[in-house]
Nanobody, 126 residues
Framework: QVQLVESGGGLVQAGGSLRLSCVASGRTFRNYPMAWFRQAPRKEREFVAAISRMSGGLTYYADSVKGRLTISGDNAKNTVYLQMNNLKPEDTAVYYC??????????????????WGQGTQVTVSS
């Protein structure tokens, strides 16, 4: 049974940093993409970042987070991270880790991800 468990969320002031972690269990995602999505209050869930392979690969970002958020993976720990710097109040959301059932190429579409974590809350105060 595949499980994704996020951690690292919290309350931070604007300009601050957080690092989110997502530990995957139940299978290895070494050669599969991993992604982060987020959902703000009263908004639809949106793409944040993706990495083409947990073991290291190309990275993709939403325009709103480029230059501030960085996705990375640690294959040995079956973990993907989201380093969040220079946070803004508009980054406030529940952040979800996602993984596909197989290889995908459309990293930004949540329809391609079969496995989801429970989410971790990030709140940025102004």
């Amino acid at each position: 049974q595949v499980q994704l468990v996020e951690s690292g969320g919290g309350l931070v002031q604007a300009g601050g940093s957080l690092r989110l972690s997502c530990v995957a269990s139940g299978r290895t995602f070494r050669n599969y993409p991993m992604a982060w999505f987020r959902q703000a209050p009263r908004k639809e869930r949106e793409f944040v970042a993706a990495i083409s392979r947990m073991s290291g690969g190309l990275t993709y970002y939403a325009d709103s987070v480029k230059g501030r958020l960085t996705i990375s993976g640690d294959n040995a720990k079956n973990t993907v991270y989201l380093q969040m710097n220079n946070l803004k109040p508009e980054d406030t959301a529940v952040y979800y880790c996602a993984a596909p059932r197989g290889v995908v190429t459309q990293y930004r579409s949540q329809d391609n991800y079969a496995y989801w974590g429970q989410g971790t809350q990030v709140t940025v105060s102004s």
